[in-house]
């Protein structure tokens, strides 16, 4: 009886340990996976869906950048209802479909990477599964950013030139690409990279350090695990505008270098395309030429960006959580 009752124990335990070790393993895969599919998806939405919502001021914003007359200086309103009286209602979203071709995967890639690099982070700083700290939190906005911006550069060019060109001159996508490659040759189309991550680097470490540590804070102090959408739109609205006022003379840099082949420039170097401008423009108004509109755009983007990320990925772990128990 003794040795029956001891080999069923055995048994039993090999039983139950075969199935475990079997699913177990697959199982932390699937949920790695379905982790960055949720991200990539969140994040292309969020992109596309902000983008799409201030894309009259983005290009706007980028003929305005790319001008050296001093009669846009204090204009940028004006030169929006100019551009819809000559070309239209439409043709302020002129550039979009480039626009979400560049948006759309850099997005993606810039919420998915911050994903990993805030794991990343932790795990080597001994915070997994907490908050990281400030220093933490900006070097992972930073690396997330510079990593979708290094992958989708040449996007970020192509919807730059269409922005401040006639329809005439281009007349889709492809068509930039063919003409900037046959008549000015490949590396134009890297122009302007160097103060594209110079900027990346401060502009997504600050917007989402903020974002993140004012919803730590809120947490801290409310009690509340998460923010309402209207709290997530102004802590968004909070990263945006210490983010893009902190980037915004690279950022103008890089529009002139990136336009130079239209507008009559040859802008060789950031510091001399800095020198250029200055001397041309004067300090606050060439190299912060536009910002005020900017003031009004990146809040608004950044934070609908934020929201929608966040809102979506909670919608989709609620679907994924609600199917497993229904399995």
């Not at 309402?228 to 983010?243: D, Q, W, Y």
């Amino acid at each position: 009886m003794g040795n029956g009752v001891k080999e069923g124990q055995v048994d039993f335990k090999q039983q139950d340990v075969e199935p475990v070790t079997s699913t177990h393993l697959p199982s932390e895969g699937n949920q790695e996976k379905k982790k960055v599919l949720n991200s990539l998806m969140s994040g292309a939405l969020a992109g596309a869906v902000a983008k799409t919502a201030v894309a009259p001021l983005d290009r706007t914003k980028i003929m305005f950048q790319g001008e050296s007359r001093w009669l846009l200086q204090n204009a940028p309103y004006r030169l929006i209802y100019r551009t819809y009286l000559n070309e239209g209602f439409w043709s302020l979203w002129r550039g979009n479909s480039a626009t979400m071709v560049r948006v759309i995967p850099y997005a993606a890639i810039q919420f998915c990477a911050h994903e990993e690099y805030k794991q990343l982070l932790g795990s080597y700083y001994g915070f997994q599964g907490k908050a990281l700290t400030p220093f933490p939190r900006f070097i992972a906005g930073s690396l997330a950013g510079t990593t979708a911006a290094m992958l989708t550069y040449p996007l970020d060019m192509v919807r730059a030139r269409m922005a401040v060109t006639p329809k005439e001159m281009y007349s889709n996508i492809v068509h930039v690409f063919i003409r900037i490659s046959r008549e000015e040759g490949l590396k134009t189309l890297y122009r302007g990279f160097t103060p594209t991550i110079l900027g990346v680097i401060p502009y997504a470490g600050l917007s989402f350090f903020t974002y993140e540590t004012l919803k730590k804070l809120h947490a801290d102090h409310s009690g509340k695990l998460q923010p309402s959408p209207p709290e997530r739109l102004l802590f968004g609205a909070c990263a945006g505008l210490i983010g893009q006022s902190a980037s915004y003379p690279l950022d103008v840099v890089r529009r002139r270098m990136q336009t130079a082949g239209v507008m009559g420039h040859t802008y060789s170097s950031i510091l001399l395309t800095m020198q250029e401008i200055i001397r041309e423009e004067g300090l606050i108004r060439g190299l912060y030429k536009g910002l005020s509109m900017n003031w009004v755009k990146g809040p608004i983007a950044v934070g609908i960006s934020f929201t929608t990320f966040d809102l979506t990925q909670i919608l989709l772990r609620k679907l994924q959580h609600s199917t497993n128990v229904e399995r």
